[in-house]
């Protein structure tokens, strides 16, 4: 229960504070709430081939990250025997990952043209993956070889998932 108060004060904060920041839009659209306006913004965005491949591939990140979430510590603290202590001590080092690959991000920006660099974000993760299922199909699967390969499956997801927003954002009309 403590974690929904503390989300419920969290949004309470985020909402007054919200009220303090200034208006971001150059001009006011009267009519943005218009349910017309609003379909045809996203048949619009539906219809752009690169916003629906970078939206699809920064889905696919996501879903493997809650996947790692929600399965790993079944898979941890079940199968491999893990104390959920210990499990939650590890559940520092995937982010790492994370954090590593928004630094490369923007190291590569303005080297490399964005996909390359979602090309190489998406060699990492399959690298990664692929030595994940070879070793738990060789049943050589212990705690580290579910938390050493995920700091760089993170890794590569940063590298794919901040430059298709940045393609996406590019090519919508609408941003929002």
């Known amino acids: 229960q403590s974690c929904f108060y503390f989300m419920a004060a969290y949004c309470l904060c985020v909402l007054s504070i919200s009220f303090f920041l200034p208006e971001t839009a150059k001009e006011r659209d009267p009519k943005a709430l218009d349910m017309k ?16 491949t970078c939206g699809l591939l920064m889905g696919c990140g996501a879903s493997v990250i809650y996947l790692f979430a929600a399965h790993g510590p079944f898979i941890g603290i079940s199968q491999l025997g893990v104390s959920p202590e210990a499990y939650g001590l590890l559940n520092f080092i995937p982010p790492v990952g994370m954090v590593a690959g928004s630094f490369l991000s923007r190291y590569l920006a303005g080297r490399w043209q964005p996909f390359k660099v979602i090309a190489f974000g998406i060699a990492i993760i399959v690298v990664f993956s692929s030595a994940m299922l070879f070793l738990s199909l060789l049943d050589i699967f212990n705690i580290w070889c579910l938390f050493l390969p995920m700091p760089l499956i993170y890794l590569g997801f940063s590298l794919v998932y901040s430059n298709a927003s940045s393609i996406a954002l590019s090519k919508a009309s609408d941003k929002a």
């Open 37 to 52: 306006k609003i379909k045809e913004g996203l048949l619009g965005a539906f219809r752009n081939s690169t916003v629906i």
